[in-house]
C-alpha cells in the first residue's frame, strides 16, 4: 500500500459544505428536464408530484450518506463505504468508472454545455465552442490544483449564482398570472399514455438524475472542518435547499407555460422568463444557466480526484495519484490526468454516448453504498462501536435505507429497459476494470 506524501488541510466549514452539496445537485437539468416530466405525465399535478417523489429520495439518499460520512469520515466517499462493507473489487470498479467516463465525461458534457451558453451570450462563432470547453476544464484544474480553498470559493461563488437566477425565475414566474390553456391541453387531460403508473415510472428516471450528485461532498471528508457534525448536516441542508428550489421553479414553468406548453418546450426556463418579461429575461436566464454549469464542473473537477487518489493509496493503482502535493494539499496528479483526459473526450466527441453507456453504473454505486450503510452499521455493533453523543442516524432505518436502494435498483432497471444495448456498453466498462485490478493487486502483494 502506498502512503501519501502529505495529508489534506481540513478548511472547509458548514457553508462551503452545504454550497458543495447544492453546486453537485444543480447544474443544467432543471433547466431543462421539466419538459421531459410534464410531456411524459401529462398535467400539472402529476408533474409536481414527480418531483415531489424525486424529492424524497433524494432526501433519504442524503440521510444514509449523512450517516455513512458520520461512520466513516474519510476522503473518497462512496470508494471508502463500499470497500469496507463489499470488498476492493466494486470499490475499485466504482473508481474505475469514475476515472474512466462517469466524472471525466461528466466534465466534458459539462463543459460543453457551458461553452455553448457562453458562444451564444458573448456573440462568438460556434466553432469556438470546444476549445472554450477545453480552456474551463484546464482553469478549473489549475484552481483546483493549488488548494481546496481557491476550488471551494469558486464553488461557493457560481452555486450563488446559480440560485440567484434561480430565485429571480422563480420571483418573475410566481409574480405573473397563470398560463392560458393551450387548445390541446383538453387532450392531455385525458391522462398520459399507457397509464399513471408507467408515466410516472417514466418521468421519475430524469427527476432522479435531476437530484443526483449529493454524494460527491463526501469525497472531501477529510478537508471539511468537523465532518462528523458538518457534513451530514450540509448533506440534509443542502438537498432540502436544492427540492424546495426544484419544486418553485416547476410551479414556475407551470404557471407562465402551463403543462402543455412546458412539455413542448426546448428551453423552459427561457420561455417562461420570455412570457414574462420579454427578450431580456431569456438573455439572462442564459447567463444564469452558464453560470450553473461552470460551477457544477469546478465541483466535479474539485472532488472526484480525491476518489483515484484513494484507490492508489491503496495499492490500487499508479503510486503517483496517491501523491498529495506538500504545499498545495491536493493530489495534483490526479487533478492533471484528470483534466488532460476529459479533454481528449471532449475533443472525441463521444462524451455524450460514454455518458450513456454508464449512467445505469451510477445508480449502481449509489445502490450498493446505502447496503454498505446496512453491513457498517452491523459491523460496528458486532465490534461493540458505540454510537457517540449526538451522532447522526438515518431517521426510519432500516426502512428508509431499503426504500432508497429500491429506487436505485427501479432507475437500473429502467436504464437498462429503455437503452439495453447502451447498459451492455457500461457493463462493458465496468469489466474492462476487473483484470485491471486484478494486476494491481497482484503487483502490491508482489512488491
Request: charged residues 10%; hydrophobic residues 55%; proline residues 6%.
Amino acid at each position: 500500500m502506498t502512503a501519501p506524501s502529505a495529508g489534506y488541510r481540513r478548511t472547509l466549514g458548514l457553508f462551503s459544505g452545504t454550497m458543495a452539496v447544492v453546486g453537485g445537485i444543480i447544474g443544467s437539468g432543471i433547466f431543462i428536464n421539466p419538459a421531459i416530466v410534464a410531456k411524459r405525465v401529462g398535467s400539472a399535478s402529476l408533474t409536481l408530484g414527480v418531483w415531489v417523489l424525486g424529492g424524497v429520495v433524494a432526501l433519504i439518499g442524503a440521510f444514509c450518506f449523512g450517516e455513512l460520512s458520520q461512520r466513516r469520515p474519510r476522503a473518497g466517499g462512496s470508494y471508502v463505504y463500499i470497500r469496507e462493507a463489499l470488498g476492493e473489487l466494486p470499490a475499485f470498479l466504482y473508481g474505475w468508472a469514475l476515472l474512466l467516463v462517469m466524472a471525466t465525461g461528466a466534465i466534458a458534457a459539462v463543459a460543453y454545455t457551458f461553452a455553448s451558453y457562453f458562444t451564444r451570450l458573448a456573440g462568438l462563432d460556434a466553432a469556438l465552442i470546444t476549445p472554450i470547453a477545453a480552456v474551463a476544464i484546464l482553469l478549473c484544474s489549475a484552481v483546483n490544483y493549488v488548494g481546496v480553498s481557491p476550488g471551494a470559493i469558486t464553488t461557493n461563488v457560481f452555486t450563488v449564482l446559480k440560485l440567484a437566477a434561480l430565485g429571480f425565475l422563480i420571483l418573475v414566474g410566481l409574480a405573473g398570472s397563470g398560463a392560458t390553456p393551450a387548445p390541446e391541453a383538453a387532450a392531455m387531460a385525458t391522462g398520459p399514455e399507457g397509464g399513471v403508473f408507467l408515466a410516472v415510472a417514466a418521468a421519475l428516471v430524469p427527476v432522479l438524475f435531476a437530484y443526483g450528485g449529493w454524494q460527491q461532498t463526501n469525497f472531501i471528508a477529510e478537508e471539511i472542518v468537523e465532518p462528523e457534525k458538518n457534513l451530514p448536516r450540509a448533506l440534509v441542508l443542502g438537498v432540502v435547499i436544492v427540492v424546495a428550489v426544484y419544486l418553485l421553479a416547476n410551479v414556475t414553468y407551470l404557471r407562465a407555460l402551463g403543462p402543455t406548453g412546458l412539455a413542448a418546450s426546448t428551453a423552459p426556463a427561457a420561455d417562461a422568463l420570455r412570457a414574462r418579461v420579454g427578450e431580456w429575461g431569456a438573455t439572462l436566464i442564459g447567463m444564469g444557466i452558464a453560470a450553473s454549469t461552470f460551477g457544477f464542473l469546478n465541483l466535479v473537477i474539485l472532488v472526484s480526484p480525491r476518489v483515484y487518489q484513494t484507490v492508489a493509496a491503496d495499492g490500487l493503482f499508479f503510486p503517483a495519484f496517491a501523491r498529495i502535493h506538500p504545499r498545495w494539499r491536493t493530489p495534483t496528479v490526479a487533478i492533471l490526468f484528470q483534466g488532460a483526459w476529459a479533454v481528449v473526450l471532449l475533443y472525441t466527441g463521444k462524451y455524450g454516448e460514454l455518458l450513456d453507456y454508464v449512467v445505469f453504473c451510477d445508480w449502481i454505486f449509489f445502490g450498493l453504498a446505502v447496503v454498505a450503510l446496512l453491513v457498517l452499521r452491523g459491523k460496528d455493533r458486532a465490534a461493540g462501536v458505540a454510537d457517540p453523543p449526538g451522532a447522526f442516524r438515518v431517521p426510519g432505518y432500516p426502512l428508509t435505507p431499503l426504500i432508497f436502494i429500491a429506487a436505485a435498483l427501479y432507475v437500473v432497471w429502467g436504464s437498462v429497459r429503455s437503452n439495453p444495448a447502451n447498459a451492455l456498453r457500461g457493463i462493458g466498462i465496468l469489466a474492462l476494470g476487473v483484470p485491471v485490478f486484478l494486476y494491481w493487486r497482484r503487483r502490491r502483494v508482489t512488491a
